[in-house]
């Protein structure tokens, strides 16, 4: 059975998970009770033996696809030899009243609704529903109960399934056969959990208050330039990866997915990375979306009691990271092993995180003016200390950086200037304080003092005469694509001579066409990767920095066309194959496109702030 295209799936999910579903309606990957947990359906990964809810319809012609206008709720129509219908998948949020200072903004009912309904003429088929539960590695049950429910057990774990047609249990599976005409539909609905009504009753009221839920969220964005429903889109796809109980932000919804073909490069995303998620933060406060700002920095508090003295570079949603293993049962997409679970990455000494969480900081607190939470605000003045304190500290050290490589660790031009930027963002949220109570003058005059040594310094180390080019560290001729990244936080001037000629450079090396690599350099691992997503936006950035608004703009809306028919994007893209790869959606290629779309809305050339990477 040949695996599905990255590109062919969708996204739904109630703030807490997510679900992966494919252009014919398969549900192929969802892990419950939480984005990092187990998943029980995972024939993303391995067709044969990982668990799906299918939809089978006789004499299928063809589907188009669609989200309903502002929201997550996702609908499948479906032209069969004898009808029309249409699916529409959604996990039930609905708004909680009031919406309370700190937690979560919706109550979820841990379900998965499917629900047919034949528009005209008459469909057959069937549903099929067979969990594999903890990644496929424990033996599955299904069991029919007598209300007419199946109840599925696996490795400590437990599902339930009703539908509107009778279920009949096979071994670890269920279906339901149906034949609908115009008007009727066949509804079917998956409760995480053993025990408890499945709720197949409620179907009508769960999609008018998870619609309503929705629209009312998209409504409060502030975007309104000429790509909107684009930002939308992106906005959307990022509140889905945030996990409303603990306010977390995981980087992608999946693990697994492999960054070259063939090659080993497939890694688990279903973390909070402090990179990631702080500037996914930064994405939704430039929408006017201030609370999820607010959410991320009460993960941190919880999962960080030391207030930044004991930062790190991922976190699980709760408890410790899990340690990164192979599950070599799976075949992995398209064969391309090995599935890892875990991130080993999570050990890395990663200095820049210090600078991102800064940056994502200092913007939120522009944007409530100031005048944060009272939780929030009792924790600014030791945050602070202790943030500025690691990149003091630690400005000489060499890290891994940004791209996680898993080889010596380098002096690395993208990390110092995120230290300059972290710095810079220290000094200004201190001076913008209206109390002058976040650090003393003498203190925020040493972190500028500091801070312009830092930049003087990779200024000079990051130049490469020989390569015409600042680099990837200090010393070597290797381009890097972060230096756009740098230039966008205003760690060099778009205009100056040496920068641009390093744009050319890395254009001239790592670009083809209008992607763009990462780097070229040999990392140990096997294969190729492809082209990284998030890049090729930054270089819009650095266009319209540069006063090239005319570029950027055609660049920015040739790169939207490469996005999937929903606009949901992977980590990467093939730049022989157009194909997505990688973790799917991408929370740093969507933060990308909020954030450049919101720039090329400003007058050309002019910058917001150190926050619009």
């Known amino acids: 059975m040949t695996d599905r295209p990255i590109a062919d799936y969708a996204v739904i999910g109630d703030t807490r998970t997510t679900a992966l579903i494919a252009r014919d309606g398969s549900l192929d990957w969802l892990c419950w009770p939480r984005h990092d947990g187990p998943a029980l359906f995972l024939a993303l990964l391995d067709r044969d033996r ?20 502002g929201t997550n709720i996702l609908e499948t129509v479906f032209v069969t030899q004898t009808g029309r219908a249409v699916l529409t998948d959604f996990m039930p949020l609905a708004r909680r009243e009031p919406v309370p200072e700190e937690g979560p903004d919706g109550r979820a009912e841990a379900r998965v609704v499917r629900r047919l309904a034949c528009e005209s003429g008459t469909v057959s088929g069937a549903w099929t529903v067979r969990p594999t539960f903890d990644y496929a590695r424990a033996a599955s049950t299904a069991e029919a109960r007598e209300d007419g429910t199946v109840r599925f057990t696996g490795g400590g774990d437990a599902m339930r399934a009703a539908a509107s047609v009778s279920l009949t249990v096979g071994e670890g599976a269920a279906e339901a056969a149906f034949r609908l005409g115009a008007g009727e539909r066949a509804d079917l609905v998956l409760a ?82 402090m990179r990631d998620a702080s500037f996914t933060v930064t994405a939704f406060v430039n929408l006017g979306y201030d609370r999820e700002a607010a959410e991320f920095l009460r993960f941190l508090r919880d999962a960080d009691p030391s207030r930044g003295r004991h930062l790190r570079l991922m976190y699980a949603l709760d408890g410790p990271m899990p340690a990164e293993e ?15 679970l875990g991130n080993a990455a999570s050990d890395q000494r990663q200095f820049d995180i210090y600078g991102e969480f800064l940056v994502a900081l200092h913007h939120y607190l522009e944007a409530v003016a100031f005048d944060p939470p009272v939780k929030v605000n009792d924790h600014l003045p030791e945050a602070l200390a202790h943030l500025t304190g690691h990149i003091v500290g630690r400005r000489r050290e060499p890290d891994h950086g940004i791209w996680e490589l898993r080889g010596p660790m380098r002096q690395i031009l993208h990390t110092k200037a995120m230290l300059w930027v972290g710095l810079d963002c220290a000094a200004q949220i201190a001076r913008s304080d209206p109390k ?7 203190r925020i005059a040493e972190w500028e003092r500091v801070a312009e040594e830092i930049r003087a310094e990779y200024h000079a180390e990051g130049w490469n005469e020989a390569a015409g080019a ?13 230096v756009l ?32 690599y990462r780097y070229r350099v040999n990392d140990g691992l096997e294969g190729e990767e492809a082209t990284f ?81």
């Not at 002058?436 to 003498?442: Q, S, Y």
């Not at 600042?470 to 972060?482: C, E, F, H, V």
């Not at 570029?551 to 490469?562: D, K, V």
């Open 192 to 273: 995480h959990g053993g025990e408890g009504p499945v709720g197949l009753e409620r179907v009508e009221a769960w999609l008018s208050a998870t619609d309503d839920y929705w629209r009312e969220w998209s409504g409060r964005c502030t975007y309104r330039g000429p790509y909107r429903e684009t930002v939308l889109r992106s906005a959307l796809t990022l509140k889905l990866l945030t996990h409303a109980p603990s306010g977390g932000i995981v980087a992608a919804a999946t693990m697994g997915l492999p960054e070259a073909v063939p090659g080993n490069r497939n890694y688990d995303y279903r973390y909070v990375w």
């Open 436 to 442: 002058h109570r976040l650090a003393a003058p003498e």
């Open 533 to 613: 997503t998030a890049c090729a936006f930054w270089r819009v950035g650095c266009l319209a920095l540069a006063g090239r608004g005319d570029e950027a703009t055609a660049l920015f809306e040739r790169l939207l066309t490469r996005g999937n028919d929903l606009g949901l994007f992977a980590e990467e893209i093939d730049a022989g194959t157009g194909e997505q790869r990688g973790n799917v959606p991408q929370g740093f290629t969507h933060m990308a496109i909020i954030n450049h779309a919101v720039r090329l809305a400003e007058t050309e050339g002019t910058s917001r702030s150190p926050a619009d990477a």
């Open 470 to 482: 600042y680099t990837m560290d200090y010393g070597s001729t290797d381009l890097d694509a972060a």
């Open 485 to 516: 990244r740098a230039v966008l936080f205003r760690a060099f001037d778009a205009r100056a001579p040496r920068v641009a000629a390093t744009l050319e450079r890395v254009e001239a090396a790592l670009g083809t066409g209008d992607l763009l």
């Open 50 to 69: 990982g668990g799906a809810c299918r939809l089978v319809l006789d004499g299928l012609l063809g589907t188009e696809r669609r989200y309903r206008a």
């Open 326 to 340: 192979s599950l070599d049962h799976l075949r992995g997409w398209r064969g391309t092993g090995p599935v890892r």
